[in-house]
């Protein structure tokens, strides 16, 4: 139990439709990842935000976007979704501390989006 | 730029029997090393890393891996294997600067575990 939340466990949409989903982040952590993850393949990292900023893209459209709220809640929009969407996502939180040189991210259990 | 190799995607072991996942890494500098195990329907937990000092390093749950760095390799054991172990395995580094720690998984390693 990491006390990272994601929501909704589960989600079904059609292509071209438009998704959220929600990360809410241990309290107190600073900073959120957020990874893809599709059948049979490992984690690939979307983004990642630090105090509400983006700090870091992997590989993917704009059309994949992200906000970080005060709070330590996350969500990670998809516009235009593609069939190749269909994955599970995974966010992460830490507490990114000044000079260290590594923070340990706490995955939560993801969310399983199927595009039709 | 980093990549991680996992070049077994299914292993089946025996209860009780010896375990040993590979891994192999590219990466330009020394590596941080993480192994992360994922349950159906779970994220990612972490079982160990390695960031420098001693190569063979303990996790929890009996796992315990060792880092090679002439073979850029960083194997995941457990000298013997419950049905629990039963799992999905990912190797991970990370990039390490002062922007965050993007990890970079291996494919992963699917772990069957037979009575």
């Known amino acids: 139990e990491t006390g990272v939340t994601q929501s909704p466990t589960h989600l079904i949409k059609t292509r071209g439709q438009q998704v959220t989903l929600r990360c809410s982040s241990q309290?107190?952590?600073?900073?959120v990842s957020w990874y893809q993850q599709a059948l049979g393949q490992g984690p690939q990292f979307i983004f990642q935000?630090?105090?509400?900023?983006?700090?870091g893209r992997g590989n993917f459209p704009p059309r994949f976007s992200g906000l970080q709220f005060p709070n330590y809640s996350s969500e990670l929009n998809v516009n235009a979704l593609e069939l190749d969407d269909s994955a599970l996502y995974l966010c992460?939180?830490?507490?990114?501390?000044?000079?260290?040189?590594?923070?340990?991210?706490?995955f939560g259990p993801g969310t399983r989006l199927t595009v039709l | 730029a980093q990549s991680v190799t996992q070049p077994d995607i299914h292993i089946t072991v025996s209860e009780g029997a010896s375990l040993e996942l590979r891994c192999n890494y590219s990466?330009?500098?020394?590596?941080?090393l993480f192994w992360y195990v994922q349950s159906p329907g779970q994220g990612l937990q972490l079982l160990l890393k390695?960031?420098?000092?001693?190569?063979l390093v303990q996790g929890i749950k009996g796992f315990e891996a060792e880092f090679k760095r002439s073979q850029s390799s960083f194997n995941l054991r457990k000298p013997s294997v419950h049905w629990s172990d039963a799992a999905e395995y990912f190797c991970?580094?990370?990039?390490?600067?002062?922007?965050?720690?993007?990890?970079?998984f291996g494919g992963g390693t699917r772990v069957l575990v037979k009575p």
């Open positions: 992460a939180s830490t507490l990114r501390l000044a000079g260290a040189t590594y923070n340990e991210q706490f």
């Open positions: 309290s107190g952590h600073n900073t």
């Open positions: 935000y630090y105090r509400e900023e983006e700090n």
């Open positions: 990466y330009g500098a020394t590596p941080y």
């Open positions: 390695y960031f420098s000092g001693d190569t």
């Open positions: 991970a580094v990370a990039r390490i600067k002062a922007a965050g720690n993007k990890l970079t």
